[in-house]
């Protein structure tokens, strides 16, 4: 099955800088590929995601990049925010009848004021 | 409502008592996910729902573990005599028809099996 894998596990950047999440799969079949920010006590909220026929998306400060070669996607944020502070969730799925989405370990983003 | 609703938002279980877990899906969403959270986890897939067929029941860790939509909108997950590992938080997702459209979180239910 799909295997993903999420680094840094934490990122602790000053207000302002960029922050960047790197994630690996390793199922060439998957082509979706979201990211969730996920603040305590709440659910995952999707905040972006990319399909494998594009290989980067943009939006607003959020931009995610694709390598289907090298089988590696990334999240960049850019001019962090306090309200930035939360985990992060890379995942990967197929498009098949199941579509269910493997997630990454997590990435606990720390914006210092 | 307008977003995916979880009930109850906390549970304490004894072990060995059985718990039912409640999600209602966006209306109108054809797919219905369960997943369960570990803490300081990613979510990790148990079962999937188009309509009220189960499609993809492989992620369920146990037979202890089930999980119906009977009428293809609310899901119930149901876990059988509760044991201190089931303890995690068990999220429910739901999404439109067309593949790889968004999939819409609930806040989740924390289980604690004490």
């Known amino acids: 099955g799909e295997n993903v894998e999420q680094h840094p596990s934490t990122l602790s950047v000053q207000e302002g800088d960029s922050a960047v999440i790197k994630c690996t799969y390793s199922d060439s079949a998957s082509n979706y590929f979201p990211w969730y920010k996920q603040e305590l006590g709440k659910g995952p909220q999707l905040i972006i995601d990319?399909?494998?026929?594009?290989g980067e998306k943009k939006d607003q400060r959020i931009a995610v990049t694709l390598n289907k070669t090298a089988k590696h996607f990334s999240l960049h944020i850019t001019e962090t925010q306090p309200e930035d502070s939360a985990v992060y969730f890379c995942a990967a799925s197929k498009n098949t009848g199941r579509r269910a989405l493997t997630f990454g370990s997590g990435t606990r983003l720390q914006v210092q004021p | 409502g307008a977003g995916v609703s979880q009930s109850p938002r906390y549970k304490v279980a004894k072990r060995g008592q059985d718990v039912a877990l409640r999600c209602d899906p966006i209306?109108?969403?054809?797919?219905l996910f369960w997943y369960q959270q570990a803490l300081g986890q990613g979510p990790e897939f148990l079962t999937y729902?188009?309509?009220?067929?189960?499609?993809?029941k492989s992620g369920l860790p146990s037979d202890r573990f089930f999980a119906e939509r009977p009428e293809g909108s609310v899901s119930t997950l149901k876990i059988q005599r509760t044991q201190q590992e089931d303890s995690a938080v068990y999220l429910c997702?739901?999404?439109?028809?067309?593949?790889?459209?968004?999939?819409?979180f609930g806040q989740g239910t924390r289980l604690t099996v004490v």
């Open positions: 729902f188009q309509n009220e067929a189960q499609l993809d």
């Open positions: 209306s109108g969403h054809v797919s």
């Open positions: 990319i399909r494998s026929n594009v």
């Open positions: 997702a739901s999404s439109g028809r067309d593949r790889n459209t968004e999939a819409f």
